[in-house]
C-alpha cells in the first residue's frame, strides 16, 4: 500500500507546484485608472443602493451585503452557518427545485448566505434574476427536514477534520490569538451545532437579515432609472430593522515572544503561524506602506519568506505572510508548513526575515518590484465589474474618501523605504509574537525546546494542556523482533501468514469529491500489481515482476528505475513483516501516540512501522521520501481489521498525501482472484 502513495502524491504535488516559479513581469509606467462611480439612493427602510453602469459587457451582477457588526455566537456557534446552508432551499413562493430549475434556465448564478445575497448573468435577465435574488433573500423557505439534511452534512465535515492538521491549526490561531469568546476566536463544534434549532436560525435570520446596514451593489449593462423602480418595487417593503451591535474588549497580544504547540501525532508537517494582533485602517497613513511590506515580506512567491524557506533551504512548498485592515481588529501572520525535524530552523529564519524588514531599509529593487505587483494586480482586477462593487462597498463601509481608488496608484507609487521600515516596525511584531505550531510532539519538541523560548501546550481545541509524554520507556525485553512476532500473531500466526501465497484487495474513496477504486494484487515471490481507476477511467497502473517494473501514468508507460526496483520488490509481498524479521538493520525506536494510541515504532531504513502496543497490530507507516526537490514524510494510517480465511487484514486505510485519502477495502481474496497473467 505504501507504494501507492508515492503515486498519489506525485499526482497530487504536481497540481499545487504548478506556476509557483513564474517570474515577475517587469514594470511598465504607471497606467490611469478610471474605477466606475455609482449612483446612490437610499430606500426609506434604510437600503443603501449603488449602481455602476458599465455597458461594455451584456453582463450584470448584484450583491447584497448587511455589513452588520461582528457578533458572538457562544453555546449556539454555527446558528449563522445553519442560517447560510438553509438560505436558497426555497422560498415561500418557490421550490428548491423550481427555484433551481430557473436559474439554470436563466444561465445565472445566485447565492445567499447568513449576511448577503448575490446574482450575475447576462442583462437580458436582469429583471428576472433580482425577482428570483430579492425572493430568495426576503422571503426564505426554513424547513425541519431540510435543517436536519443540512446539519447532518456539516457535523459530517466537522468530522472529517478531527484529524486534520490544517483545520486544527486554524482552529486554535483564532482561539488563542482573539479568545474563544470573541467573534473571530470562536469556532464551531458538533457540540455547539447540536444546540442550534430551526428556531434559532429563524431567530438569527430575523435578527440580522435587515436593511438598516445593508447595501445592495449593482453593476453591468443596467439603466439605473429602470433599476431604481424594480428595487423599490422588490425591496421597499423590507420590514425596516437594524442589527443589534455588541461591543467586545479587543484582544491583545502575549507579552513576550512565545511558542503556543499543539500535539498532532498524525502530522507529517508542522503548521506554523507567527502572529501578533493588526488595528490598521484603510484610512490610517501606514495603510499603503503596510500593504507592500507585507508584500515584500511574504505576499507571493516572490516574498522574502517563500524565497528563504523554500528557495535557499527547500524545507517547505510554500511560505506566506498577511495583514488584515478594516473596520475591526484584525492581525499579522506569517505562514509556512515544513516537515517536523526542520520546525525550529524554520521558525527562527521566520524570526529574522520580520527582524530584517524591522531593521533595514528594503533595496529599490524590492520595493519597485513590490510596487508593480501591487498596480499590476489593481489594474487587472479593475477589469471585473465584481472588483467596481467590491471598490464601492469598501468606500462606504470602510468610510473611505471618495477619490481613494482614483488615488491608489499614487498613493502605491509614494511609499518610501523609510516608510516600509517604519510600518514594519509598527504592525510586526518582533518581541510581542505569538509562534502556533502544530505537529508532532515526538519529532518538533526537541528543536523546539533548544530555542530556549518559552513554550505552553494546549489541545486541538486551544485548551491549555500538560506537555506531551514523547519519550515513553520500553517494557522490559522488548525488541523490533519481539514486536514483529507479536504482529504476525496477532493477524493470524506464523504458520497461516507463510501460507498466503496472493493476496487481492479492492477499495473505494473519494479524492476532492471524484470518486476512486484502487485494485491491488501481490504475490509471495515478490509481485505485484496496482492499478487507480476514477470514474471507470485508469488513471494510473503499477507492475512489478520478476523482470523489472513500470507505471502507466495518463497513458503514458514509464519503467521503474534500476535504483527503486529493490525496495519495490522488498514490498511487494502480502506481509512485508516476514521479511523484516530476518533484517538485521531495523530497530525499535520507541513508543509513539498514533491517534490516541501508543504503539511501538519499528524503523527500517526510512520507513517506520507503527504496531499497537495493546492490539500488536500494525496501525500506521511512515515513510521518508523526497518529491519535486522537498523532503517529507508521507503516512498510510490501518484500522478496521477483519479475519479473511483466519487472516485478519485492514478494511480501513488512511493516506496522507498532503490530503488525507479515506478508502474502504471492500473486497479482499486470499489464494484466489490474482494469476501471473496479471503482472505481465
Known amino acids: ?89 426555497g422560498t415561500t413562493s418557490i421550490s428548491k427545485e423550481d427555484f433551481n430549475e430557473e436559474v439554470d434556465f436563466l444561465g445565472a448564478n445566485i447565492n445567499f448566505w447568513a449576511e448577503g445575497a448575490s446574482a450575475s448573468g447576462l442583462s437580458k435577465y436582469s429583471k428576472r434574476m433580482m425577482e428570483l435574488m430579492a425572493d430568495g433573500a426576503l422571503n426564505p423557505k426554513f424547513t425541519q427536514e431540510e435543517f436536519d439534511k443540512q446539519k447532518d ?7 472529517s477534520e478531527e484529524k486534520n492538521v490544517s483545520s486544527v491549526a486554524s482552529r486554535v490561531r483564532s482561539a488563542l490569538v482573539y479568545g474563544k469568546s470573541h467573534p473571530r476566536g470562536e469556532y464551531l463544534s458538533e457540540e455547539t451545532l447540536n444546540n442550534v434549532t430551526l428556531a434559532d436560525v429563524k431567530d438569527n435570520y430575523n435578527t440580522y437579515f435587515v436593511p438598516g446596514n445593508a447595501y445592495l451593489i449593482i453593476v453591468g449593462d443596467v439603466k439605473t432609472r429602470q433599476v431604481k423602480k424594480q428595487v423599490k418595487k422588490l425591496f421597499g ?14 484582544p491583545r497580544d502575549v507579552q513576550y515572544t512565545q511558542i503556543n504547540f499543539v500535539d ?47 528557495e535557499a533551504h527547500a524545507w517547505t512548498y510554500g511560505a506566506y505572510s498577511s495583514i488584515g ?63 467596481v462593487a467590491r471598490y464601492a462597498l469598501s468606500t462606504e463601509t470602510n468610510k473611505l474618501p471618495a477619490d481613494f481608488y482614483e488615488n491608489y496608484i499614487k498613493n502605491i507609487n509614494a511609499v518610501t523605504a523609510q516608510d516600509i521600515k517604519n510600518a514594519a516596525n509598527k504592525f510586526f511584531l518582533a518581541d510581542k509574537a505569538r509562534i502556533v505550531v502544530v505537529g508532532k510532539a515526538a519529532d518538533v519538541l526537541p528543536g523546539l525546546e533548544s530555542s530556549k523560548m518559552p513554550i505552553f501546550y494546549f489541545d486541538k481545541w486551544g485548551n491549555k494542556t500538560e506537555k506531551p509524554v514523547v519519550n ?60 487507480m481507476t476514477a470514474m471507470g477511467m485508469s488513471m494510473m497502473k503499477q507492475v512489478v515482476n520478476d523482470k523489472g517494473g513500470y507505471m502507466v501514468q495518463q497513458g503514458q508507460k514509464v519503467d521503474v528505475p534500476a535504483e527503486e526496483l529493490a525496495e519495490l520488490r522488498a514490498a511487494a509481498v502480502p506481509f512485508e513483516e516476514l521479511g523484516l524479521m530476518s533484517n538485521k538493520e531495523i530497530t525499535l525506536t520507541g513508543i509513539e501516540a498514533v491517534n490516541g494510541n501508543d504503539a511501538y515504532a519499528v524503523k527500517n531504513g526510512t520507513t517506520t512501522y507503527f504496531y499497537d502496543v495493546k492490539s500488536g497490530l500494525k ?62
Open 325 to 387: 485592515s478594516g473596520k475591526y481588529i484584525s492581525s499579522f501572520r506569517a505562514t509556512t508548513s515544513v516537515r517536523n525535524t526542520v520546525t525550529d530552523s524554520a521558525i527562527a529564519e521566520i524570526q529574522n526575515e520580520v527582524r530584517r524588514m524591522r531593521n533595514d531599509l528594503v533595496s529599490a529593487e524590492d520595493l519597485k518590484n513590490a510596487k508593480a505587483k501591487y498596480i499590476g494586480n489593481f489594474v487587472m482586477q479593475m477589469e471585473k465589474p465584481s472588483t
Open 619 to 680: 496501525i500506521a507507516e511512515a515513510k521518508e521520501q523526497e518529491q519535486m526537490g522537498q523532503k517529507m514524510t508521507q503516512t498510510t494510517y490501518y484500522g478496521d481489521y477483519k479475519a479473511v480465511k483466519g487472516i485478519k487484514v485492514p478494511h480501513k486505510v488512511t493516506m496522507n498525501v498532503g490530503i488525507e485519502i479515506d478508502l474502504t477495502v471492500n473486497e479482499v481474496k486470499i489464494n484466489e482472484g490474482v494469476s501471473a497473467a496479471d503482472f505481465k
Open 472 to 531: 515513553k520507556p520500553l517494557p522490559e525485553g522488548v525488541t523490533a523482533q519481539t514486536v514483529l512476532d507479536g504482529y504476525i500473531a496477532a493477524i493470524g500466526g506464523e504458520k497461516a501468514v507463510k501460507g498466503v501465497k496472493t493476496l487481492y484487495t479492492k477499495s473505494t474513496g473519494t479524492v476532492q469529491g471524484t470518486p476512486l477504486e484502487l485494485t491491488m494484487k501481490v504475490s509471495s515471490d515478490n509481485m505485484q500489481f496496482v492499478e
Open 153 to 159: 452534512q456539516i457535523l459530517e465535515g466537522l468530522k
Open 264 to 310: 498532532m501525532p498524525n502530522a507529517v508537517q508542522s503548521e506554523i503561524a507567527v502572529i501578533n494582533l493588526v488595528d490598521l485602517k484603510m484610512t490610517d497613513k501606514e495603510y499603503f506602506a503596510s500593504i507592500l511590506a507585507n508584500q515584500i515580506l511574504g505576499g507571493g512567491g516572490e516574498g522574502r519568506l517563500f524565497l528563504n524557506l523554500r
Open 237 to 250: 417593503n423590507w420590514t425596516a430593522n437594524t442589527a443589534p451591535s455588541v461591543g467586545y474588549s479587543n
Open 1 to 89: 500500500m505504501k507504494k501507492v502513495i508515492y503515486i498519489l502524491a506525485g499526482l497530487f504535488l504536481s497540481i499545487t507546484m504548478q506556476a509557483q516559479d513564474r517570474p515577475m513581469p517587469k514594470a511598465g509606467p504607471a497606467p490611469t485608472v478610471n474605477v466606475g462611480k455609482p449612483e446612490t439612493f437610499t430606500l426609506k427602510n434604510g437600503l443603501k443602493v449603488l449602481v455602476v453602469e458599465n455597458h461594455k459587457l451584456p453582463r450584470v451582477s448584484f450583491t447584497l451585503t448587511m455589513d452588520n457588526a461582528p457578533y458572538a455566537e457562544g453555546s449556539k456557534k454555527g446558528v449563522a452557518d445553519m442560517t447560510s446552508a438553509l438560505m436558497g432551499s
